[in-house]
């Protein structure tokens, strides 16, 4: 049974993701928009472990943990990108 | 509801509000490094408090939250510091222009100087 | 065979791994586990990990946890910091990028004062170039900025130093 809590926490969940995708597509720089993906992914990883506990399924951690590493090394690539081409 | 359950809620309210301003951050911060503090150590703890009180409610999945709660804690501010480095060394029209003091540059400057 | 200290801490933090993922004590499953860490540990020489098992003394043990106490409410002053910046109804700022000297040798402690820097108030590691270090303030500290941050990353080197000697 979903509660107030439950519902309060999915909406600051997902106002936290609306409001970086927001500086995602603003951006202004790439660099604004790496900083928006990077903080756009930790906090859909927390979300995706949210709707696992909900759902009952221990299967969801291990996709969390594997967005969590991919998440990691796109940034780091587009770090590597945007410090002067993928040398 | 028992003990563990009232923690787990309290753990996990404290860190969604804290993944909450941790965009609210990343979306009002004036400049990239701003945005980067707020992107880094805010979201670092609000997804720790997040997998702990998750952990509170369902204490069989601790361990498998535990190693995410190290990954973050070890890529997070890895990540922030290869963009960081990124944008300092980038093209002159992208970066902030106000920063009162820097250090880098001027080492930077130098160290041309002597290339010469 | 020097680095076999290396080698078997990196087993150890392998199967550790292994077990928290699997959640699974059949013999089987722990079987595969070892077959694999050894794989790993022998093939990369024990590169991955230093020998953990220099912290098994009860001082370095006992610093290791004041270091990681004083990280994590390090942590939190610097959320509550970012979090009543983020909510004032203008952003208060000035930032600015200092330089600082770490008195530490050893490359992988430098690599954990960076990146525990990162995660302290106001403060975010830019670069580290040999043992200076970039300090990137969300607003300068009142005073001299360049002491105040040498203050603070000899408060991590001192503590860390304990543990690493």
Known sequence: ?87 | MSALGIIGHVLLGAGGFILFVSGLGILRMPDVYNRMHAGTKATTLGSILFMLGIGCLEPVWLPKLILIIILVILTNPIAAHALARAVHSGPKDEKPDNLERDDLQEERAEGEDLDE | MKNIGSMLSTIVALMVIWVCLTLNFSISELGLGIVFSVLIAVSTRGGFTSNLFRLLKPARLAALLVYIFFFLSQMVKANIDVLFRVLRPVVPVRPGIVGADIGLRNLRGRIIIANSITLTPGTLTVDLIDDRIYVHWISLPDGDATAETQKLVDGFAKRLEKVLD
């Not at chain 1, 979300?47 to 696992?52: D, R, T, Y």
């Open chain 1, 1 to 87: 049974m979903i509660s107030y809590f439950d519902w309060i926490l999915f909406g600051l969940l997902g106002m936290g993701t609306f409001m970086t995708f927001v500086r995602l597509l603003k951006g202004r720089t790439p660099a604004d928009r790496a900083v928006a993906l990077d903080g756009m992914t930790l906090i859909t990883t927390c979300l995706i472990v949210l709707i696992a506990f909900f759902e009952g399924r221990s299967m969801l951690l291990d996709v969390a943990l594997v967005y969590a590493v991919l998440s990691f090394l796109g940034v780091l690539a587009l770090a590597r990108f945007l410090d002067g081409g993928l040398r």
